[in-house]
């Protein structure tokens, strides 16, 4: 009998999770579809959530749509360029963390995306 991990001989690789919020559900909508279109995310989630934050001195409860946009290193400058010029918000949430995924979920992000 092997006690051998099965996940200890898989190839790790280094995603880019992208995530931003807008102000409406169609908005989430279209930007996901334009992001995913434009091979610059290869999976888009969105989410409805409420942001509380201070502007003009004021504070706000607003209720938001998150997008959590899925790349690779080497289309990242692209999907942020896309999310900045279409993004409708003065200053717009763009952050980004790095993951890990196992290679069969890169390799399907490679198919995706223009790498």
Known sequence: MSSKDPLQDSQWTTLCVVTTTVAHAAEADDLARALVA???????QTESITSYYE????????PEW?????TLPEVLS???GLLRKQHGYEVPQITMRTELCLGDYAKW????LQV
């Open 55 to 62: 502007w003009d001195g004021v504070l706000q409860a607003t």
């Open 78 to 80: 692209q999907l942020t």
């Open 109 to 112: 992000l490679r198919l995706q």
């Open 38 to 44: 434009a091979r610059v995310a290869a999976c888009v």
């Open 66 to 70: 998150r997008l959590v946009c899925k």
